[in-house]
């Protein structure tokens, strides 16, 4: 997706040029033709939402999207480890649960 189909209120160019040069979001391509693959233009929403709706400060912003980067790993583990646990024979998982919830 290019920048001009993004269709994001409030959003200009030169902004999202500052986000890609302090790495906040991923482009390929040169300014003016950058292309944007499904996940960063998802970023490039939440990146508008923190900056304009909750007024996140440009030096917070670092840490805030770190913090967000973990949690969705985490969120991404567990599901793998939910799907892992779900191949298990019940007795096995039901003694993984036990374990889990002592």
Known sequence: MD???L???GLD???LGGWIEAAWVRARGAQGAWQFEAVDVARIRLIQTLRHDLEIGE???PVVLSLLDQLYELRRNAAKLNAA???LPPEA???I???LNK
């Open 93 to 95: 998982r039901e003694a």
């Open 3 to 5: 920048f001009e189909s």
């Open 7 to 9: 269709h994001i209120s």
């Open 13 to 15: 160019e030169a902004e």
């Open 85 to 87: 646990l779900a191949s």
């Open 59 to 61: 030096a917070a912003m």
């Open 97 to 99: 649960l036990d374990k």
